[in-house]
């Protein structure tokens, strides 16, 4: 099974999450460090409409200055467009597989889709 992680190495429960995949047998695994590799606004929609989940769920407000900037209230364009300029605003690791999206907080959520 083909797994893909939107990783950031300084979190934990990403950390955990990349753990859960690779001592999972038969996954073949693409990590994506997104703050290095920013997300499209398009790969954006189409993991949040995969997953059943709006972009405002998928906000990280903590460590940033999304609720500053107005985003808590923004409409799905503007949050993803502020996703894809700032990667950052994205809460963090997503993991997508032949079974689906999922945001993985907590980590076991991955289970879901393996």
Known sequence: MKATIWHNPACGTSRKTL????????????????????YSAE???QLFRDAGIGARDAMRLRGTDAEARGLKDAGED?????????PAYVERPIVETGKGVRLCRPQDVVREIL
Do not use: D, S
Request: no cysteine; proline share 6%.
């Open 78 to 86: 503007e949050i993803i467009a502020a996703m894809a300029a700032n």
């Open 43 to 45: 790969k954006l929609r």
């Open 19 to 38: 753990a859960i995949l690779e001592e999972t047998p038969g996954v073949e695994l693409t990590v994506v460090e997104y703050l290095k590799k920013p």
